[in-house]
């Protein structure tokens, strides 16, 4: 079915805007993924600042130990530094003082050992049983001498985890003279590394963790407040729908401004009216006259809805409905003779109606004035389908026959009339049925 046909279909959109929806599938996902990042960077500088931190602190502990060795063996410990290049390297016993003093200082400390290069890379001195004066080729130790700046580097040795650490003492001048190497266990650094990550990462987690929070009771609130608004839009418009037309409805909700926009259309208009109505609230009270009003009309609504027209008014005992879109005249008919099959079974039914039916062009708009106007079609068109139902008897359709042809010449309507319409030389060509 064209969607033209059914003027209400021209109304915007009123449901709820899905805020709480939109939120959970943009915002959040973002949200979490600001959490994730500030996590990762909050983990990557964490370890940045406790590496530097622990490498200061390394280097200040190979700044004591070489003090501790100085004190106790100077003499031994000035031949390791006066060592040349072309030098050969000399032994340490393992029971001289600088060896004792060295062990003690490393055990004073938690290291598990030590070594101890001068600026050619060679090994000077090891707590391990290893012969001094052979070149380490390790990358952390040619990094330093190349860079002079720390490394450190995580080991397994012997199902212990080591941290090697590299750290370079100056001579008078400033210039890197022995290059310290600690094996300390990687517990110390792994604590000092929670200790320093741990709220950095928590802080940004927390504060994004209860913005996220904050932002969905906001948005929860929000989107409450949304609904009761659309549900109360909702029930205005259903209110609405009973009192005016689906194409005044449309228009007001269009409408730039107060001003409403016309329209022209190109509709079929079924026009209908209870026969003998006057004779009938003369000789009946209200209340009947009214109950039988309401009878009738509901009938003719829900036939007019059912078949995609439009209530243009009810006037009294009159209703104009307004049928568009292509097929327009066929649901038209069927319309009129669902209206008089309904009425035709309520027996005991004290009034009928009879129907007209004319297809044309007529305009949508506004009539009245600026304070009291109404919205409704006007036209030559309306005027024939009011001049077709005045000629229909009660349980009867009246329809000219292009309109006829338009619906597609269903069948059951009786021969041609013709009948002579105030304003017009040449007779309307009609067609009747008595449902």
């Known amino acids: 079915m064209d969607s033209s046909n059914r003027p209400s279909d021209e109304v915007q959109d009123d449901q709820p805007y899905p805020l709480q929806r939109a939120f959970r599938r943009h915002i959040l996902p973002l949200l979490a993924g600001l959490m994730v990042l500030s996590a990762l960077l909050s983990l990557y500088r964490g370890g ?24 106790v063996a100077p003499d031994a410990w000035q031949q390791l530094l006066s060592v040349k290049p072309q030098d050969a390297v000399p032994e340490i016993a393992i029971d001289s003082p600088l060896r004792h003093a060295v062990q003690v200082s490393m055990a004073d400390r938690g290291m598990a050992r030590i070594k101890i290069y001068d600026p050619q890379g060679r090994l000077l001195f090891s707590t391990a049983d290893l012969v001094a004066g052979g070149v380490d080729r390790a990358p952390e130790l040619w990094r330093l001498l190349e860079t002079q700046e720390p490394q450190i580097e995580l ?35 792994n604590s000092l ?87 009938y609230a003369e000789s009946n009270p209200p209340e009947r006259v009214v109950a039988l009003l309401n009878q009738v ?36 008919v069927a319309c009129a003779m669902q209206i008089q099959a309904d009425l035709k079974a309520i027996p005991d039914l004290p009034r009928r109606v009879g129907i007209g039916l004319h297809d044309g062009y007529v305009i949508a708009g506004t009539i009245g004035t600026s304070d009291r106007q109404d919205f409704t079609v006007i036209g030559d068109a309306v005027n024939v389908s009011a001049r077709l139902c005045s000629e229909a008897a009660e349980q009867q359709v009246v329809i000219d026959t292009a309109t006829l042809a338009r619906a597609g010449h269903p069948e059951g309507f009786g021969e041609v009339e013709g009948i002579q319409l105030k304003g017009r030389t040449e007779p309307l060509r009609i067609r009747r049925m008595t449902v």
């Open 48 to 71: 940045k600042l406790a590496e530097d931190i622990y490498l200061k602190v390394a280097q200040e502990r190979a700044h004591q130990i070489a003090l501790a060795a100085q004190r």
């Open 155 to 189: 080991q397994s040795d012997r199902g212990e985890d080591l941290y090697e650490i590299y750290v370079w003492l100056p001579d008078e001048e400033g210039k890197l003279q022995l290059v310290f190497e600690l094996y300390e266990p990687a517990g110390d650094l």
């Open 193 to 279: 590394l929670l200790r320093n990550i741990i709220p950095q990462v928590a802080a940004p987690m927390l504060l994004l963790g209860g913005l996220a929070f904050l932002l969905g009771r906001m948005v929860a609130r929000a989107q409450r407040d949304i609904n009761r608004h659309s549900a109360n839009v909702q029930g205005l418009r259903q209110r609405l729908q009973r009192l005016v037309s689906g194409q005044a409805l449309g228009a007001a909700l269009r409408a730039d401004g107060d001003q409403l926009q016309s329209r022209v259309l190109d509709a079929t208009l079924l026009y209908s009216d209870i026969r003998s109505f006057t004779s």
């Open 297 to 332: 009309m509901a009938i003719q609504v829900k036939a007019v809805r059912a078949h995609h027209g439009d209530v243009d008014k009810m006037i009294g005992d009159a209703l104009l409905a307004v049928f568009e879109g292509s097929e327009r005249a066929a649901r038209a």
